[in-house]
């Protein structure tokens, strides 16, 4: 009968894929494996009414215009973080007061994946929906997208219903070959694994998603009949694995909080052998009945901590120097290295940030050096390793000229780095424009770097106010733009024309002024006419400015090409004022800090609707913080939060805030 072999390959497939992916220890050759493929999608196109959803034929899914937004059953939480030995010591010894007297917990100990929390959804053993987490309350619904993960059952070995948590990854060997493909393609390579499978398993076309490599270890389950489920941690792990999913094979059970750190010590070396981004370890008090006790707090379980690996550093060798020229003529040593894999991601350049730094490191061409990340993410060499060779090497002196335009270099009172002065350096200039359209800047959307770089190869900008002079016909100049993208892009620089001033004072790239700085000077002068009239006197007077930001801004205003430009920009329709009309002072003498994703709105709009009440919004949290308002994937704030006993909202408590305020 047609029906019973249909299922029995289905159930033999299904088997192998197990035992390959799961298990590693394959069965039958790779040929046996594809003929029992072929002959069940033959059979289903013979039959397509015997076709199922848990059929392993459907890994391949359908093409979708977005994904829907989905309410997470079982609330998902984050997860607290600690950092030494001394912090988790301290985190079992808070679990254990809350617990009956003289309860010793065990704890179950797994690695921490760089990667993208799902929950899956089986009924009666068949796969039936795949959330992302999200905010941890709705995620979005990309099941076709998932079942194109071979390390995801389609059907589970036994008739149950269950909802499994855990992390979609992409292998770093996969990654590589991944990035390796991109560049042969002449296409924008990855970061790091992690973006990487963000890119790929939020694909409209799962098809596209079913070419890359990713991969799913499970980590918790939750039962909808309890009478099934295991009572601790350990054991729900061993269940998934028993009933087909990929569970991480380095799962330990402590008996102590001293087994836990000697485990997490164990790995902070090991991490490197893997072939997936760890991060760090995640504790869990093994017994079900005790993380009851403990609960949650608004945002995380007391029953379990992320131990986090200190930032990661690596060996390599320095091949050269580059300078690189930013967008206020500031010369910076850039480490061209061999590529070097670590911390998530291949790195092949890392900052010197300036010449006193090199020669304080004494670093030179050909020397084998340690890098780091910085802040966990940007790259920064921090030693040099003396294999024997370091003195034969020729010393590494500042440069004299630009490396764009040739001009001698200037230093600059008070100031270790050097400057190109010339007005007309077209490294500068391309820099300048390239921050104007940025987040950062403007935020002209769809308008990046690439789009930026072409037009003024192409002569078609030189100057800020040359963007705003753009026709349809120039940007379908560029290779690929066709009537509908350069639509799009007129519109995207249309829309930034009425942004506060200052955000337009930000993108000016007026030296050692930032985002805070504007908003202050913004808010003081009203206007681009008053600033323009400011003293340096008077500048240096207002909190938080000083001489040092004083002096560049004059500089800034007392050229008269920047004068013109300005002049320029007001003709062509440009914002020059700053609304000053707060909608109301409920926030008033509040300080707000923004950390992780936010799913409501931008963080820039976050922080505009705080000043608009009246408070203030800054990004660095200290004991006069009034608020840390946390969203997805939150950074060290977070933690200084908790250290200095800052009230931490929520995202929906905040905007509850918000809408209380309105």
């Known amino acids: 009968m047609v029906v019973e072999r249909i299922n029995f390959l289905k159930d033999e497939i299904n088997k192998h894929n197990y035992l390959y992916y799961v298990q590693d220890n394959p069965s039958i ?24 959803p848990d059929s392993p034929t459907q890994r391949v899914g359908a093409s979708s215009s ?48 760089d990667g993208l929390a799902m929950a ?35 059907k589970l070995f036994e008739d149950i219903n269950i909802e499994v948590r855990g992390e979609i990854y992409m292998p770093k060997s996969s990654f590589l070959k991944f990035n390796e493909e991109l560049e042969r393609k002449g296409e924008k390579k990855f970061a790091n694994p992690r973006n990487a ?20 270890f499970a980590y918790s389950v939750i039962f909808e009949n309890s009478e099934k489920a295991p009572d601790n941690q350990y054991d729900a792990l061993m269940y998934l694995k028993k009933i087909g999913f990929n569970v991480n094979p380095h799962i330990r059970k402590c008996t102590n909080i001293k087994e836990a750190i000697a485990y ?16 760090g370890v995640v504790i869990k008090i093994n017994e079900f009945g005790y993380q009851s006790t403990l609960g949650y707090t608004a945002r995380a379980p007391k029953w379990a901590t992320a131990f986090k690996f200190p930032p990661e550093e690596a060996q390599t060798r320095l091949i050269k120097i580059e300078q690189s020229l930013g967008k206020t003529g500031a010369v910076t040593p850039i480490a061209i290295l061999e590529p070097v894999f670590f911390a998530g991601s291949t790195v092949s350049r890392a900052s010197l940030y300036n010449y006193d730094e090199v020669k304080r490191l004494d670093v030179r061409v050909g020397d084998s050096v340690i890098i780091k990340k910085a802040a966990e993410i940007i790259p920064k ?16 002196m500042p440069p004299v000229y630009c490396p764009d335009c040739g001009e001698p270099l200037h230093s600059k009172p008070n100031e270790v780095g050097l400057y190109c002065l010339n007005p007309n350096c077209k490294a500068q200039e391309l820099a300048k424009l390239i921050f104007f359209v940025s987040a950062n800047g403007m935020d002209m959307t769809g308008i990046g770097e690439n789009v930026v770089e072409a037009l003024y190869n192409k002569q078609l900008i030189k100057d800020i106010p040359d963007i705003f002079k753009l026709t349809q016909k120039d940007l ?10 350069a639509q799009k892009m007129l519109d995207a620089i249309q829309s930034v024309k009425n942004n506060p ?9 007026i030296r050692n002024v930032g985002k805070e700085t504007a908003e202050i000077l913004a808010l003081k002068y009203g206007s681009m006419n008053n600033l323009m009239k400011a003293s340096s006197v008077e500048l240096a007077g207002i909190a938080n400015i000083g001489v040092i930001i004083s002096d560049s801004v004059c500089e800034f205003f007392k050229d008269n090409k920047n004068r013109e430009m300005i002049k320029e920009l007001k003709k062509l329709g440009i914002n020059m004022v700053q609304n000053t009309t707060a909608v109301s002072d409920v926030f008033q003498g509040k300080t707000f800090v923004l950390t992780g994703t936010l799913k409501n709105m931008p963080r820039e709009k976050a922080e505009s609707i705080i000043k608009s009440h009246g408070g203030k919004a800054t990004s660095s949290v200290s004991s006069k913080t009034s608020y840390v308002v946390v969203g997805e994937n939150p950074g060290s704030k977070l933690e200084k939060a908790q250290k200095f006993g800052v009230i931490i909202l929520t995202e929906d408590e905040f905007m509850s805030m918000l809408n209380n305020a309105n």
């Open 476 to 485: 379908m100049q560029l290779d690929n733009v066709r009537e509908k993208s």
């Open 29 to 52: 050759d790779d040929y046996t494996y594809d003929m029992l493929f072929a002959e069940l999608k033959r059979l289903e196109e013979e039959h397509p009414e015997l076709k199922t």
């Open 381 to 396: 060499v921090i030693k040099y390793v003396d294999d024997g060779h370091h003195y034969e090497r020729e010393i590494t």
């Open 501 to 509: 001033l200052s955000k337009l004072i930000t993108a000016l790239s």
């Open 197 to 216: 499978a963000a890119g790929s398993v939020r694909q409209l076309d799962s098809k596209v998603t079913a070419q890359r490599d990713l991969a799913f």
């Open 66 to 113: 977005t994904f829907a937004q989905y309410r997470h059953k079982y609330r998902l939480y984050s997860l607290d973080n600690t950092y030494n030995e001394e912090e988790l010591a301290k985190w079992y010894e808070r679990a254990q007061k809350d617990l009956p007297a003289g309860a010793a917990p065990a704890l179950d100990c797994e690695l921490k994946i």
């Open 120 to 154: 899956l959804t089986y009924e009666h053993g068949v796969f039936v929906r795949g959330v992302t987490r999200g905010d941890g309350v709705f995620g979005e619904d990309i099941t076709n997208n998932l079942k194109t993960v071979k390390t995801i059952p389609l």
């Open 264 to 279: 997490c010590n164990e790995w902070e070396n090991k991490r490197q052998e893997l072939d997936y981004a760890t991060d």
